[in-house]
Every structure is written in C-alpha cells, then in structure tokens.
C-alpha cells in the first residue's frame, strides 16, 4: 500500500524560502513521476511542480525561476525548494505518485494523472 508523507511546512514572511519533502513508501518509487500540487481555500487543488522518473521538470508558470523540485531514488524522496515565496503560495501542498507512462521522461500537472497522494502540509506566507 502507497504511503506519502510530506513534511517541511510552517509559516514565512514573504520573500522567504521553504523546503517541503515527502517520503514514500510502499510502491517502486523509481517506477513513478511525481509531483507537488497545491491547494488553497475555495480553490481548486492545481499542479506546482512535477519531475519525471528521469529527472525533467516542469513548472506551473507563477513558481517558476522561484521553486526547485528533485527526487531521490535510492531515498524514495521528493523534495520541493520555495524561494522568494509569495502570499498567494500560501495552501497546503500535497506530494503525488504517477505509475510509468510512455517513457521514463513523462511528467505531468494534471490531477487526474495520479494514483496515489500524501496527507498534505500546510504552507503559510504573510505579507
């Protein structure tokens, strides 16, 4: 059984960094793309960031030049680096685990392209 847990959440004050990580276990780690999404009040869950089983990244467009996502394969773990953060960063970020698709470079920042999901941490940004 799938288990993901992040962990590195807290408050900030703007313009400072985080660094969120999320250990899974129960799966072939190197099997899977990951992914960071995050949710805010009212608003719907949407992808921040995603790494393939290769290591290629992308990024939704608002956190790009300012967050970094990596993983560890031999660590089963996915760490995602938020700097110079914002307000309007403040959700509670999950970590996500997408079985092998295509190719070992596929990634992706669609919901629905994930089995599996973490608990979620909680990440707040004051003004």
């Known amino acids: 059984q799938a288990n993901l847990q992040e962990s590195g959440g807290g408050s900030v004050q703007s313009g400072g960094s985080l660094r969120l990580s999320c250990k899974v276990s129960?799966?072939?780690?190197?099997?899977?793309?990951m992914a960071w999404f995050r949710q805010a009040p009212g608003k719907q869950r949407e992808g921040v960031a995603t790494?393939?089983?290769?290591?290629?990244?992308d990024y939704e467009y608002s956190v790009k030049e300012r967050f970094i996502i990596s993983r560890d394969n031999s660590e089963n773990t996915l760490d995602l680096q938020m700097n110079a953060l914002k307000p309007e960063d403040s959700a509670i970020y999950y970590c996500?685990?997408?079985?092998?698709?295509?190719?070992?470079?596929?990634?992706?920042?669609?919901?629905?392209?994930?089995?599996?999901w973490g608990q979620g941490t909680q990440v707040n940004v004051s003004s």
């Open positions: 129960g799966i072939t780690y190197s099997n899977y793309y």
């Open positions: 790494i393939s089983i290769d290591g290629i990244a």
């Open positions: 996500a685990a997408g079985p092998l698709w295509r190719s070992a470079s596929y990634r992706s920042l669609r919901l629905s392209d994930y089995d599996h």
